[in-house]
Each structure stands twice: as structure tokens, then as C-alpha cells.
């Protein structure tokens, strides 16, 4: 039903959109995510053609809407948007938010375009607010009357930007039952959102948006519990990095420690797994500076990898020198008398070193 190619899109110097490629098919619901910033709702913008693409296609239903010859206001009577914000009419009431476009562009009669709108109020819940004024509702329940508005037209594609961004969770709540009612009626529907888990439930595929493409997609199950690619990797599990370079053998530990307390705190990891980020790094830096670097000026990346989601820690160490395991080095006798690496592997669940590229790699998970 819906075919793109090579979508770009640009304001002065910010190319937004890089080459949007992708097919949609008729009745498939697919849920846009990522990052903000991303393009996410600058290609919602373009499938309606609110946003005119520099270069590219869309095609829906064989017609390409790029077309300069296209009737871009037939091609939007097609399409139902529902905004970030309401967009309702604060000088009209409820019913007739919902009846204007019916009346003026489909030149609906108004007992008519009044049934219809009736018929939508009930399927969101708010028949009694027929009468209110957008001033008189909360946010959720305005949402639901823009859903109710673009749903009017009866549009073959309906497209979501964020339509919860602006909600408490009570009212995310009733904004998002509406939308997965829809998603059973088999209409064709693209939604920019952040919440993950309603995603997850309703949606056929979930594109993942970043660096101006469709940076990675596929169902829901692929997507959220394997991502493949790394910046998806990083965005699902919602993974924290901290990064460190030492080049001098008198680098300052302090400073270091302070950095790590400070990506600790910003990220809630609690006290007792900031002190072994610390305990880890200083008992390994001594081991490998003593063993390595005697003669010679350091080069040790550190990073470490943080999960809000399941509370893992990862550590990883590389430093280019001859291989050096600190975990075997010397024999196992003189491994045991080591104090500093028996308190690193009691610390760890599991430790591990690799040599390539003339490259030493440590890792660590907590």
C-alpha cells in the first residue's frame, strides 16, 4: 500500500531525513521509535506532505504524493493525523471539532456529519462532551476527540505523532486504549511513540529510527528482545556509558572516581555497585600498569556499560601491549596471593580476557 524511497529531508544545514526506504502494507500497524531528534515525526510529516521531501518518493496505492501534478489536499483526505498537541478549534464545541471537515470538505449534511460524529464519540467514550468546549476537557479527553475528528473522514491511513507526549499516565492511558481498539479494525496506521511497551503489544513491525534512517526494524519480538544492531541495542535495553582514556602512568585516580560518581548518580545506580565500578578499575589499572606500562606511556580505554532495565553492569578494558591476563598471570599460586584480583573476581559474576590485534580486551559483568 505504502512504498518509500530515498526520503531525504533538510532545514538550511540539518539534513533530517538521510534515505527513507521502507514498504508498508495495507492494514499493518507499525510503530515508530527512538531517540528524539531522530526524523521520527519529520517523516510522519512528509507522508502527509505537512513536510515537502527534497528528494525521494511516496507511494501509496500506485500514486506517487510527490508528484508535483498531485492534489495534495485530496491525497490528505486520505490520511488522519493526530498531533502531539489536540489542534482542536477553541471557539467550537465538541461535535462540532468533529463535523467541520465533513461539512466543509465533504460537503456532509449536517444531521449527517452529526450521526457520524455521535457514532465516534461513543466508540471514545465521550458522547456526554458532545456539547463541551476543548477548554472544558482534560488533555486525554481532547486527544481522544482529535482521534475522533481525523477518524470522520474515514482516512485509509491513519498516522500518530506522539499522541501521548503531553499526558499524565492516567490520561496516556485512555489515549492509548482508543488507539489499540483501532488497531483490530484493520486500518493502516504508523505511530510515533515512547512508550515501549505499548509498542510492543500492538504493533505488526517497529521501525527503529536513528541517524536520519530506518537505522534497524522487524517485528516486536525481534526487535525488543533481539536487537541486532548496536544504537538499537543501546536505546532498548536503555544502556547507560561511561567512557575513561588513560595516556600517563600518572593519571589522576581521583578524577576518574569522580566521573564514575558522578555517571553513577545521574543514573541511579546505587552505592554499593558505584564503589565496585571503582574497586574494579583501580585493583585491574594497578595490575595492568605494574605489568605493562613500565617502560612505556599507557593507553587503556575503559567503558562501562550500564542497564536501567536489568541492573547489569558491564565493564570492559583494552590495552594494546604483549598479552597480559591479570586473571592467570604468574602461576596459581601467585594468583591466589593476589589480593586485589581475588577481590575483583569475588566482586564479578564473571570475568574474562581476550588477546587480539596485538590488543588486550578485559571483561566484566555485575
Known sequence: MIRVKGLKKSFGDLQVLKGINTEI????????????????SVFLRSMALLEK??????VINDVDITDKKININK???????????????????????ITLALRKIKKTKPEKANLKAKELLSMVGLVEKA???????????QQRIAIARSLAMEPEILLFD??????????????????KKLTKTGMTMLIVTHEMAFAKEISDRVFYMDE???????????LFENPQKPQTQIF?????????????????LIAMNAQIELFSQKHQIIPKKKYHIQLILEELLVEIMKNCYQEESPRIDISVEYSKETQALKIQIDYPSSSYNPFRAHSDE???????????????????HTYTNSTNHIHITF
Open 25 to 40: 502494507g495495507k492494514g499493518e500497524c507499525v510503530a515508530l521509535i527512538g531517540p528524539s531528534g531522530t526524523g521520527k
Open 53 to 58: 521531501p527534497d528528494e525521494g518518493q511516496i
Open 212 to 222: 536520519g534512517i530506518i537505522y534497524e526494524e522487524g517485528t516486536p519480538i525481534d
Open 236 to 252: 532498548i535495553r536503555g544502556l547507560k556509558l561511561f567512557h575513561y582514556t588513560i595516556i600517563s602512568r600518572d593519571f589522576d
Open 131 to 141: 456539547e463541551s468546549y476543548p477548554g472544558q476537557l482534560s488533555g486525554g479527553q
Open 162 to 179: 506522539e499522541p501521548t507526549s503531553a499526558l499524565d499516565p492516567a490520561m496516556t492511558y485512555e489515549v492509548l486504549s482508543i488507539i
Open 75 to 97: 491525497i490528505r483526505e486520505k490520511m488522519g493525523m493526530v498531533y502531539q498537541g489536540y489542534h482542536l478549534f477553541s471557539h467550537l464545541n465538541v461535535l462540532e471539532n
Open 334 to 352: 601467585d594468583d591466589f596471593d593476589n589480593l586485589g584480583i581475588l577481590l575483583v573476581k569475588n566482586v564479578a559474576q564473571a570475568c574474562s
